[in-house]
């Protein structure tokens, strides 16, 4: 079978399919005004079709063997079709996915070096630090000045770099056909990875009185560190967000079948089943999510890709039996995994 795929619009060939490497496409096919929809047998008697596809953006041409009939043809070339159509649009579907992410997380870039430089530049008067002749001195009798105040948006600065970071990971590594070199990992603890996430979100957890336990380990995972890192600090910001405050977060780690699992207990927003199915797709959110933040939907999705990056699993299990309402914001014991493999 030759088949081959025409725009319709400028008549040029995007897409051929050859059953066999020496196959060529017929000469007279080819030279066919593709314009119209025709079927015949052409000059070299091979079944030959045209077919417009229902939005018209699309020309499908086949030459098939001589010795097929119009019945039998007929079949194939509505299959082959069909396939091509899907295809086509699990690609758009993918490339829609890269760019929404990849635009959100430019837009997220924008605004934290927007806030970065707020944040450097509440801790003193920038006009006076221009025109100081001593400008270390300056900021010294600034920060003695306040020393917990800068203390504190220093912290919240760090936190912020180190999420620009991550920003750059989504839009280095959204396209699902991006992978990581094994150059690219390596032997690291998962307590020490665990903590280096952790640290930058304590502050906000206390203020949410919100208590976090992480459990000892002394285990060595095989990972990317930066887009591991990613992975774990989406989930500390996704508590942050959804969990119930005055609540307690449990992380405890598990080792089964050269597996290393950070299990993640905790008192968070519930989910129902069907909710629950849909965490990592693109674009979801709860009913009861924008109560909470806005956003985009885009923060478990980012999780489940970094972890496929790590060649790594994400879980998440609702407890229903424990359901109860805070007002009228449901919440539950829920927990999330995130399984790396270790030596």
């Known amino acids: 079978m030759r088949f081959y795929c025409i725009d319709s619009a400028t008549g040029n060939q995007i897409f051929h399919y050859l ?39 699309y020309m499908f041409c086949f030459c098939l063997k001589e010795n097929l009939t119009k019945k039998q043809a007929k079949p194939i070339v509505t299959q082959t079709i069909n396939a091509f159509l899907d295809s086509q649009k699990i690609a758009s579907d993918i490339s829609a996915i890269r760019l929404t992410n990849s635009d959100l997380a430019m837009h997220n870039t924008k605004n934290l ?35 917990r105040k800068f203390a504190r948006e220093i912290l919240s600065v760090i936190k912020s770099v180190s999420q620009v970071m991550h920003e750059y990971n989504i839009i280095d ?28 979100y304590e502050l906000e957890f206390k203020e949410k009185d919100i208590q976090v336990s992480i459990g000892n380990n002394f285990d060595e995972i095989f990972i990317n560190w930066g887009t591991a890192k990613t992975a774990i600090s989406q989930i500390f910001d996704n508590c942050l967000k959804y969990c119930s405050p005055h609540s307690t977060i449990s992380i405890e780690f598990e080792n089964t079948d050269n597996l290393l699992t950070l299990v993640f207990e905790m008192t968070s927003l519930y989910f129902s089943d069907e909710e629950s199915a849909q965490l990592t797709l693109p674009k979801f959110r709860s009913s009861y999510a924008n109560r909470f933040t806005e956003g985009k ?47």
Do not use: W
């Open 113 to 147: 070096h927007a806030e970065i430089n707020n944040k450097l530049l509440s801790l003193f008067n920038e006009e006076q630090l221009s025109s100081s002749l001593d400008k270390i001195q300056f900021v010294e009798q600034e920060i003695i000045k306040s020393p």
């Open 19 to 57: 059953e066999r490497e020496k196959d060529k496409i017929c000469d007279s096919c080819l030279e066919i005004d593709h314009k119209a929809e025709k079927s015949y047998k052409c000059k070299k008697k091979r079944y030959y079709s045209s077919k417009l596809s229902a939005d018209k953006k």
């Open 297 to 343: 939907g885009a923060g478990m999705g980012i999780i489940q890709r970094m972890m496929e990056l790590n060649e790594g699993v994400l879980k998440y299990e609702s407890y229903e039996s424990t359901k109860y309402y805070s007002g009228d914001i449901p919440y539950s014991n829920n927990n999330f995994s995130l399984s790396f493999r270790c030596k």
């Open 173 to 200: 590594f959204v396209n699902p056909n991006t992978r990581l070199q094994r150059a690219d990992f390596g032997y690291h603890k998962a307590h020490t990875l665990c903590v280096m996430c952790f640290y930058l």
